[in-house]
């Protein structure tokens, strides 16, 4: 009887690798290997054409002194401290004034309004904003002009490039987040706010004495995923408005590692970078995991 036991086990188990295996197999060729084959080229110098050289850590020594890694290392804390109000702070604004609104047309209308640049192709969101930034017949300069201001060089400038990148990318992102905020607060049970507001609570004190701990799951999410994806969300605006421009003001570690792979042809410069950044933010991952974590709430 333990023998046909074993037998249907291990029937069992090998039907269920062989279903399995073709998710694993391209897991494995499209996620693992470019992993391990980045990390193989992280020590070779290689431009595509000529056979690649053995350097050692030569490259990850070298990219600490390039100046153009050390304003993009500088930049990607830049944009993910820039990125943060608008994952965070705007959304959770927007989705509590959203739970306000009593007309259920006039809140389909904000939560449309407020979510279309989320369903936008980001290339289109950047032409519209090349425009608007243009310094000579943008609606921007022209409504400073209007009162009186003087305009900028919006994407030229370095007092405001870096800036204006930071506002299309979290302007574009801002609606997804508005919802996970929104879903929140509608699952927060409407018992704990009535029995707050019975026993005198104001508006204020309902929000951060209840509502407020009661989203530190959703919270939680979004800080961990906004600190983890601000520089990659912010890749396609830099490569479309700046260049990375000007001297380096606006480009940040993913563009850094486009430009020394696809420009410079420096794979191996390019694959010890991206490696560093997997690295680092793996670690901040860690780091944000563990110490945000024991602020969860959890209802039983």
Not at 64 to 77: D, M, P, S, V, W
Not at 200 to 211: L, N, R
Not at 247 to 266: Q, V
Not at 271 to 288: D, G, H, N, P, Q
Request: glycine letters at 8%.
């Amino acid at each position: 009887m333990t023998g046909m036991n074993n037998k249907k086990n291990f029937k069992t188990t090998g039907a269920f690798f062989l279903y399995v295996l073709p998710a694993l197999v391209l897991y494995f060729l499209f996620k693992i290997w470019p992993i391990l084959y980045s990390f193989i080229l992280s020590f070779f110098d290689w431009n595509f054409v000529r056979s690649m050289r053995w350097v050692g850590l030569k490259n990850y020594a070298g990219m600490f002194f390039r100046e153009e890694f050390q304003a993009a290392l500088g930049n990607t804390f830049l944009y993910i401290a820039g990125l943060l109000p608008f994952f965070l702070v705007l959304p959770l604004l927007f989705a509590v004034m959203l739970t306000g609104v009593k007309s259920k047309s006039g809140e389909n209308i904000y939560k449309a309004l407020l979510f279309l640049p989320t369903i936008l192709a980001l290339s289109i969101i950047c032409l519209v904003w090349m425009w608007m930034f243009n310094p000579n017949f943008g609606v921007l300069n022209n409504l400073f002009h209007l009162f009186g201001f003087d305009g900028f060089s919006w994407l030229s400038d370095k007092r405001t490039a870096l800036f204006s990148i930071i506002f299309v990318s979290g302007w574009k992102f801002m609606g997804a987040h508005l919802i996970l905020f929104y879903a929140g607060l509608l699952g927060i049970s409407r018992e704990y706010i009535e029995a707050a507001t019975i026993d005198g609570a104001s508006v204020w004190q309902v929000f951060w004495k209840i509502k407020w701990p009661l989203l530190s799951p959703t919270t939680i999410y979004i800080i961990v995923t906004s600190v983890i994806f601000a520089a990659e969300r912010a890749f396609t605006p830099i490569n479309i408005l700046t260049k990375g421009g000007p001297a380096n003001t606006s480009t940040n570690l993913s563009f850094a590692i486009y430009r020394f792979g696809f420009e410079y042809f420096n794979i191996g410069l390019a694959s010890a970078a991206a490696i560093f950044t997997s690295i680092l933010f793996l670690i901040i991952t860690c780091v944000m995991m563990k110490t945000l974590g024991g602020y969860s709430y959890y209802e039983n």
